[in-house]
């Protein structure tokens, strides 16, 4: 006797319209504020569809979250069914507006006494960069950071381009006695180059004819970072 076998039917994308108005996500945000919500109904409100809970929800399911999110090409993501350019354009504008409330955020005179905490300041600034930078945070006598990071380079690492005119000229007029170094791997995989190591033992050789100690030179991956003195490369 054949067995009879059931197909469930798959159920429709959730809608805006499926939901109480009281929790809608546009809703909650302007009743609760933007922390009641959830990363999809944030999302939700970006993409301003019907179909955006689910869409929000997928989104972060497939990339394993909002930092892979982030980095997401602005072709593929309007490969997806339900984003258009539109949508791509406000997701792009949020992430770049949210890293650049960061960079607002610094904390004053922060102290750094370790790798990780130059790598706090400096990874929300450049572990979504799509191209390679290089900047240097400049520290006083105590290790506590001058200013903001300052960008030196944009363009590819290497002894070829590095001008140590350019790369001490803030550290100079600031009067900071140390700098820690830091560049980013597009990549995000922050292993070292045999480039990055030379770029690195020469800067630390001018360091030193300029009496600015070269603390640390960071490369900066996704969600990840390596620090070349941990690890004794360039530095002797």
Not at 139 to 150: E, M, W, Y
Not at 156 to 173: D, K, Q
Not at 198 to 225: C, F, M, N, P, W
Request: charged share 20%; hydrophobic share 40%.
């Amino acid at each position: 006797m054949n067995q009879l076998s059931f197909v469930h039917p798959v159920p429709p994308p959730l809608t805006v319209q499926d939901i109480p108005r009281s929790e809608r996500p546009q809703n909650r945000l302007d009743d609760n504020g933007p922390e009641a919500c959830s990363s999809s109904e944030l999302l939700a409100v970006l993409l301003g569809s019907g179909a955006g809970i689910s869409l929000g929800q997928r989104l972060l399911a497939d990339y394993g979250g909002l930092a892979a999110l982030a980095r997401a090409a602005p072709t593929e993501l309007q490969a997806r069914q339900g984003i258009g350019p539109v949508s791509v354009a406000r997701i792009r504008a949020a992430f770049e507006l949210g890293r650049r409330l960061s960079l607002e955020n610094l904390p004053e005179r922060a102290c750094i006494s370790s790798p990780a905490d130059a790598a706090a300041i400096l990874m929300p600034r450049m572990s979504l960069l799509e191209q390679e930078y290089m900047y240097v945070l400049l520290v006083d006598t105590r290790n506590r950071v001058i200013g903001n990071p300052v960008e030196v380079y944009h363009g590819n690492v290497n002894t070829s381009v590095i001008r140590v005119g350019e790369l001490f000229r803030e550290a100079i007029r600031r009067n900071a006695v140390g700098l820690i170094l830091a560049h980013n791997h597009p990549s995000g995989d922050p292993d070292p180059s045999v480039d990055d190591v030379a770029v690195t033992r020469s800067i630390v050789e001018s360091g030193k004819l300029l009496d600015i100690s070269v603390l640390d030179h960071l490369v900066i991956g996704h969600q990840r970072y390596v620090s070349l003195k941990e690890r004794g490369l360039g530095f002797s």
